[in-house]
């Protein structure tokens, strides 16, 4: 989630140099820029694939206000839009990506339902006093099993089923 801010607020930087604006902003620009990749290169250096890592890190040393790179307007325009457009297509995979494990983490966690004899149904309802629907069963059978496996009931077991 930093990420995504930290990426959204340097598009918007980026995004303003394209604009009139006065030197003292781009001097703000290149020392947040700094900051901004630098910490993205930072979190990205322990990803396995590097090349994000060395992408930021390469943008800081270029923007960084210390040793300044001249390139002139018309250079630095493209320069800018170009991290615009890489800053909004990381932004976007990573979100997708976050949205997949997400996805990933609730199908694992689904179990599938063992089958229910009618005369393991009916002692169910003769336990538990109630009338249930074949899923209901299964999902109490479910339950017992896991409980028999791991020797205790976890909380929020109730989510097995949809």
């Known amino acids: 989630m930093v990420k995504i801010i930290?990426?959204?607020?340097?598009?918007?930087?980026?995004?303003m140099c394209l604009l009139k604006m006065p030197y003292s902003?781009?001097?703000?620009?290149?020392?947040a820029g700094l900051a901004g990749f630098a910490w993205l290169a930072y979190k990205d250096s322990f990803k396995t694939d590097k090349s994000l890592m060395i992408l930021w890190a390469v943008s800081a040393l270029l923007i960084n206000p210390i040793f300044k790179v001249p390139l002139g307007r018309h250079v630095w325009n493209i320069v800018d839009v170009v991290w615009v457009a890489i800053l909004l297509v990381t932004v976007l995979f990573e979100e997708n990506a976050n949205r997949r494990k997400i996805i990933r983490k609730d199908e694992s966690q689904k179990v599938?339902?063992?089958?229910?004899?009618p005369r393991a149904k009916e002692l169910l309802e003769k336990e538990y006093g109630v009338k249930m629907t074949d899923k209901e069963a299964q999902v109490k059978v479910a339950r017992i099993q896991d409980f028999l496996k791991n020797g205790k009931h976890e909380r929020g077991s109730e989510d097995i089923v949809e």
């Open 6 to 15: 930290v990426k959204s607020g340097l598009i918007v930087l980026f995004g």
């Open 25 to 31: 902003y781009f001097q703000l620009v290149r020392f």
């Open 112 to 117: 599938e339902l063992p089958t229910v004899s």
